[in-house]
Structures are given as C-alpha cells and as structure tokens.
C-alpha cells in the first residue's frame, strides 16, 4: 500500500488556497486507487486559536469528496468547536467510498503554544481499517507522549498518522521522537509537517514515513512535496512475530482509554 505525507505552506485562514496546494501535490504524485495521503494538523487554515474565524469548518465534507474522486483515504486536520464553547483539534479519515471514520480529537493540546486557550483535550482514541493496516490518527504534540500511542498498539494499531504544525526550531525533537515512536511500536509511522510561515513560528517540514524497525523509508527537507512510500503489512507482522517485544509490555502498569472503531 502507499503512502503520501503532504506537506505545504498552509495559508493562514483560507481553507481555498490551502487545499488547493495540497490536491496539487496529490495530484503530482498520481497516486494509485486505495492509497493513503495525510495532511498536516489544521491543514486548510493554519495552527490558529481564532475559532471565529475558522469555524464551522467543513474540511471533513470536502476530504470526502476528495478521497471519493480519487478512490483514496485521506486524514485531514481541522477545527471544530464543541458544545463547551472550545476547540477541538481534530483528524479524521476519509475513506475511498467518501464515508468517514469517527473523528480523533487531539489529546494533548499545546499549552506552551496557548492552544489550551482555545481548544480543549479530547479523551479517546479512534483506530480505523485502512488496508491491511489498523489506522491510528493523532495530532502534533500527542508525539511527546508515548502512553498514548502504546495504548493505541494495545488497542491494535499498526499504522500511526500524525498531521503536525511542528516548528522549524525543534525540528531534531520531531524527527527522534518520531523514529522511536516507530521503533517501540513497531508500526509504521506516516507523519504529515506543515512548511512556512504563519504569524508567529516558521515551519521546516521534515515530513517523513518510518518502517516497523525504525527505517526511514522516505523524508522531505523544507519544500512543498507529497513525500511518498510503500508499506508492508505483511513484513510488519514478521517483525513483530520475529521480535515479540510487545508481548512484554505490563498492561498493568498502563492506563485505560475508551477506542472508537471504524
């Protein structure tokens, strides 16, 4: 199966020209009916804590159309405001009939980056069947917190795709944390950084797909670019058979979290 990582300069709130440079890219890199391409978090208007501005947001209806048109899956970020008044910062996947999973709402919003000022924490996971691959989206910062991913491969998660708004400036942290993540899961790693600029940071990509084993199967610099790679469902359940690691976690020294599926 093969993925695609997009990654672009997102306009600062304009959803318009935003997808318009993502499904250029797309369509640059022809991808074959059934693969998968993930877009950066809040990908259509930026890593914003303005929800007047960019709310309601219908990102998940025009991914579907998209994935639909092109007989792929697409993960998108975007914005939603909840019943509570705040943000939730979400990823969802559009599937290649144009239905959707059920929405990941990030977990871990950044408060260094006052996006705790506008969006609240969601408290599940959602895994869903793309493929071979059982599909775990997540959002940006959750990359600094391993429980929540080893929950997810608990769950059965094999396949871990994170859209970022990640800063040029901890650039070496985003790729570390990303390889490790790949490695202490042994799970492919599809992760989706924005490049550019908004009005407060500068973005340096970065975006890259990582094996089972911890290999770099593909990584972009600081362009625009759908960074592509195959995976292997089937070599990913060897390894985990070949070296069970897993089988070793303490389930108990974890704790528990409600998972959607779809």
Known sequence: MLFAAVQFDIAWHDAATSRERATRLIDQARLPAGSMAVLPELGDVGFTIDLDRVTPSDAPRWAGDEARRRGIHMAV????????????????????????????????????????????????????????????????????????????????????????????????HWRALLIARAIENQAYVVAANRIGDDPSLHYGGGSMIISPTGEVLAEAD??????????????LVAWRTKFPALRDVHRDLLGEIPVDRS
């Open 77 to 172: 970020g975007y914005p939603r405001r909840a019943e509570d008044g705040f943000g939730r910062n979400e990823c969802v996947i559009a599937l290649p009939d144009g239905r959707m999973s059920v929405p990941y709402a990030k977990v871990h919003p950044f408060g260094f980056g006052r996006e705790t000022e506008a969006y609240r924490g969601g408290r599940r996971l959602s895994l869903t069947r793309v493929g071979p691959f059982t599909a775990c989206p997540l959002v940006c910062y959750d990359l600094r917190f391993p429980e929540l991913w080893r929950l997810a491969t608990l769950a059965g998660a094999d396949l871990f795709l994170i859209g970022a708004s990640w800063p040029a400036a901890r650039q070496q």
């Open 222 to 235: 600081d362009q625009p670019v759908a960074l592509t790679a195959p995976a292997d469902h089937a070599a």
